[in-house]
């Protein structure tokens, strides 16, 4: 496994420069600027702590491998990407899971991270427990930022107990009358015209909860639910073909959503993190998270 120390020297202290995870989402963003170094985060678990909930990882893992390992310790952590994504990718572009009302979301995921700043220099942000912060809560910042801000080269995150068992369901029902029949539904999303309910937990509670909705028009659907990726700022109105999250209000499209309007004042508070963390903008340069 490639060593902090390396990771660092890689990136060095001049150079423009960009993480390149498994590339599944390499164009979010915008392109790069002509002539930055693409280097390659370490991979690999460094150290489980199931009975603390927490995993410590390079940045370069393959997320599917991780929650794989995850699901022995029947673990998981919040995090989605399509095949061949990485940790450290899923993080930077704050891939949260269509099960997020249940399990949380990216942004709640990561604890501390080992970090190469724009100046070169290693630092540590967060810490390897949950706990309020003062100032910056530069885990949080990190999340979504499209490396802009720092490289991510080991990171701390935080797991959750994986359900024994989930089904998924289809009727007309409404996201009012759901919760009246089940406990914390994983996933409710609607493509226009039907609604589609992911309920998880301990196989007992699944079946009673599932034998109550059946009662009331809901049919269990065979296999798992094909979800395609989630387009963030879309609206319901940007569905085509996809689906409208009913509890957190994401929609998931085979469409990309370009459109995506962000106030200047918002704008103008990440030019200010941005200049704060990378006055020169070496780190991931061309790159906008919004």
Known sequence: MKSMQEFTEEIGDTSFVSVRGGGTRWDLGGPLKEGTIEVE????????????????????????????????????IALAGPPGSTVGGSLAVGSSSHRS????????????????????????????TVKNVTGYDICRLLVSSLGTLALMGVVTLRTRPKPETGVWLRGE????????????????????SKTFLLIEGYEKDVEKEKASLEKIGMEVLDGQLEIPPLQKGATKEDLNGGFLDLQVGAVYSNTPHCTN??????????RRIKKNFDPTGRLNPGRMPY
């Not at 370490?42 to 991780?66: C, H, N, Y």
């Not at 029902?173 to 226009?192: F, M, T, W």
């Open 41 to 76: 985060a370490p991979q690999g678990v460094i150290d489980f702590k199931p009975e603390e909930m927490i995993v410590r990882v390079g940045a370069g893992t393959k997320l599917s491998k991780l929650q794989n390992d995850l699901t022995e310790l029947r673990q998981e």
């Open 101 to 128: 009302a249940r399990i949380g979301r990216a942004c709640d995921v990561l604890l501390q991270a080992d970090c190469v700043g724009a100046d070169g220099k290693q630092f540590v942000a967060g810490g390897p």
């Open 173 to 192: 029902l409404a996201l009012e009358e759901i919760r009246k029949h089940c406990y914390r539904p994983a996933s409710v999303l609607h493509d226009g």
């Open 261 to 270: 309007q962000i106030s200047e004042e918002v704008q103008r508070l990440s």
